[in-house]
């Protein structure tokens, strides 16, 4: 039995960097179930940093985010974590209504988002067809995310603060004595205080073992795959490009363009592989929207992207089970809000408070708490 502070269940990004923070005043194990950390959606990301996705709590966490993203400490990568992209949300002419008041919400948060017409847009990504994009939102300052590098860098300041990583160790029982947590593996077993559940989409799986009512976890596949860009054309410069419906999204990747039907199909917690019929419905949507022809489908994935029902992360400790503590929800929004959700993670599962910068920014301890489902 190995005694700790602290257990971390899941080696994804939420869990990841939650144990980094954790590790600077505590004794922290992290706890993965397959062979390396990040294998299931955190290995899977569309890898976008973006200040105007999702709701208030969530671009809260994502502008809180950026300092640490554009300069991590020291030693942290061997590269910038960031680099350029651009966003390009484009619509119809029925659309541009909308259009100008997500642009009006985005400036609010990022001042250099704006609204553009359908000349721009297509000045930036010149395959969007002239008949159906009638303008877009423009958010210049979007970034690409080195994902692997955002969550190796966690990772080892998890080892330099003197804590473990271990892998393949799918928690088999969780069990709660006088003493605190014994968590059984086949690993090991280890003891302590306090259980990060930041397992993903099995966190409800988990919560369920440890005695704790889940809190209505809807694992939702998203389906991603790989196509050649136009001949004749530079893509290095284009920003991700989708529509303001979300129904479908392409963005350069190495030579290559990534695409996705942006699909949020309900699973069960598996390792999710994509589907034909997803793929099929991406190629039809974009090719509505930009002159892409598709001659063959590069490689293709899916991951499992996890939602409760308001959309926003699940942090804090149960308000029914002693030690046991919330990490999850955090849909697509994980890599972007890494950093400040680790150190509000930290700070909740401390007893301190919210750190100031993001309070400042609305990120509330009721919005995250997990006693918001206890009804």
């Not at 959606?41 to 569309?46: I, K, L, V």
């Not at 659309?95 to 359908?118: F, M, N, W, Y």
């Not at 695409?259 to 589907?275: F, I, L, M, N």
């Not at 599962?349 to 993001?358: D, K, Q």
Request: proline share 8%; aromatic share 6%; glycine share 12%.
């Amino acid at each position: 039995m190995s005694a700790f502070d602290v257990v971390v269940v899941g080696g994804g990004i939420a869990g990841a960097s939650a144990a980094a923070v954790l590790s600077e005043t505590r004794r922290v194990v992290l706890l993965e179930r397959e062979g390396h950390p990040g294998y299931h959606t955190s290995g899977r990301s569309a890898a976008l940093f973006s200040e105007t996705y999702g709701n208030a709590t969530v671009r809260g966490l994502s502008v809180g985010s950026r300092a640490f993203l554009q300069s991590p400490p020291a030693g942290f990568a061997e590269h910038p974590i960031l680099s350029p992209r651009g966003g390009l949300f484009v619509g119809r002419a029925a659309h541009l209504a909308e259009i100008a008041k997500r642009a009006a919400e985005g400036v609010a948060l990022v001042p250099s988002v704006r609204a553009i017409d359908g000349a721009e847009a297509r000045r930036l990504v010149p395959i969007l067809r002239p008949d159906v994009v009638a303008g877009g939102i423009l958010e210049p300052d979007a970034m690409d995310i080195d994902t692997h590098g955002l969550l190796q860098g966690f990772l080892k300041v998890v080892r330099a603060n003197g804590g473990r990583v271990v892998t393949d160790a799918e928690v088999t029982a969780l069990n709660r004595g006088p003493g605190g947590w014994t968590v059984a593996t086949p690993a090991g077993s280890f003891a302590a205080p306090v259980v990060v559940n930041a397992a993903g989409a099995w966190a409800d799986v988990l919560a369920r073992m440890a005695g704790a009512a889940p809190v209505g976890l809807v694992p939702k596949r998203r389906t991603a795959f790989m196509v050649e860009p136009p001949a004749g054309l530079d893509i290095r410069d284009w920003p991700i490009t989708g529509t303001v419906e979300e129904n479908f999204y392409f963005k350069p990747d190495a030579g290559m363009l990534l695409c996705s039907p942006e699909d949020e199909t309900p699973s069960e917690p598996c390792d999710a592989q994509p589907e034909e019929i997803d793929i099929a419905i991406a190629v039809d949507r974009i090719q509505a929207t930009a002159d892409l022809p598709v001659r063959r489908i590069g490689r293709k994935w899916a991951g499992l992207r996890s939602f409760v029902a308001d959309k926003t992360p699940v942090v804090g400790f149960d308000p029914k089970v002693d030690g046991f503590f919330w990490l999850a929800g955090q849909g697509g929004y994980g890599f972007q809000t890494a950093p400040g959700m680790a150190t509000t993670a930290a700070a909740l599962a401390t007893g301190r408070p919210l750190p100031p910068g993001l309070a400042a920014l609305g990120v509330t301890e009721a919005a995250l708490s997990p006693a918001r489902f206890a009804a």
